[in-house]
């Protein structure tokens, strides 16, 4: 697995484990948990140390299935995210909001913690307070935000007294390039991690039938799905967290690491899906 710098003394895994679907979509479904549990832990046996989750996901189950997955790990090892919804961003709701993610998840803090979508009835003035506030009770490590863009970026931030917004998860691939305008170079710039969720589209990016993305899967010997993240990931403050819910889907996922698309080929297979 390859790290990247997410804060001072502080790596992360440029892939990661997204878990939306698990354990049911908007409400519980648990038939399928003992599955995701092996995918998860298959996971993190192949280096995918970083899980990204919420509260919304299958109405709190899948943060039940991760915190299942993780107890037979050193909690140091691992990178957790969860995110507080868009209906609970009044200053009491987030407090209340991360307490019952921890409850389910079973640990004592998480790594970063992310408003999961803007709400403009809610001041973000108070939310980011609220957000500042469970880092300094050690809740989280990190606070961040995911699906905004630069200017709700730059205001959330200007509203942080002693933290700063540590990352970003917004939809970016191949076939969604609209954070390279204005957000990513913003990311780059000021330390934002920025955390690319769906990043193969849904699946379409990791199938057959584009002939630039064959043509690149063809010269370097892989796969276009692991054509399609070595793309991101060779960007800097870029990571990912792909979901899979099949072991061999997950080790296809880890053949994206330890080599680079050349800087020609990077330009043209972003210009061919611009």
């Known amino acids: ?14 892939l990661g484990l997204g878990t939306w679907g698990i354990g049911g979509w ?12 092996a995918s998860l832990r298959a996971g993190i046996e192949l280096g995918m140390t970083h899980i990204d989750t919420a509260e919304f996901y299958a109405g709190g189950h899948c943060e039940e299935v991760v915190g299942q997955a993780i107890k037979p790990y050193d909690r140091e090892e691992l990178f957790i995210t969860t995110k507080v919804w868009h209906t609970h961003l009044r200053y009491d709701d ?8 921890l409850r389910r998840l079973g640990l004592d803090y998480v790594d970063l913690y992310l408003v999961h979508w803007p709400n403009p009835a809610v001041p973000l003035k108070e939310t980011m307070r ?12 990190f606070i961040g935000v995911s699906n905004f863009d630069r200017s709700l970026l730059e205001e959330a931030q200007s509203y942080l007294k002693d933290h700063r917004i540590a990352a970003n998860q917004v939809e970016y691939s191949l076939l969604e390039q609209g954070p390279r305008e204005t957000l990513l170079p913003y990311c780059q710039r000021e330390g934002v991690m920025l955390i690319a969720y769906t990043p193969l589209a849904k699946g379409r990016l990791a199938m057959r ?49 330890g080599w680079r698309l050349s800087p020609e080929d ?4 972003g210009e061919a899906y611009r």
């Not at 908007?26 to 549990?37: A, F, G, V």
């Not at 899967?217 to 054509?227: F, I, L, M, R, S």
């Not at 990077?266 to 297979?269: D, E, K």
């Open 209 to 257: 039938g584009s002939p630039v993305l064959d043509g690149m899967a063809y010269k370097y010997g892989k796969t276009p799905g692991q054509v399609a993240l070595n793309w991101l990931i060779s960007q800097d403050w870029v990571v990912a967290i792909p979901k899979a819910s099949q072991i061999e889907h997950l080790k296809e996922n880890v053949g994206a690491v």
């Open 26 to 37: 908007e409400t519980p479904d648990p038939s399928r948990d003992d599955e995701s549990i």
């Open 130 to 141: 609220a957000m500042e506030h469970c880092a300094e009770e050690g809740y989280t490590r």
């Open 94 to 101: 987030v407090i209340k909001a991360i307490k019952g993610s």
């Open 266 to 269: 990077w330009r043209r297979l």
């Open 1 to 14: 697995m390859e790290y990247k710098e997410f804060a001072k003394g502080v790596k992360i895994p440029v």
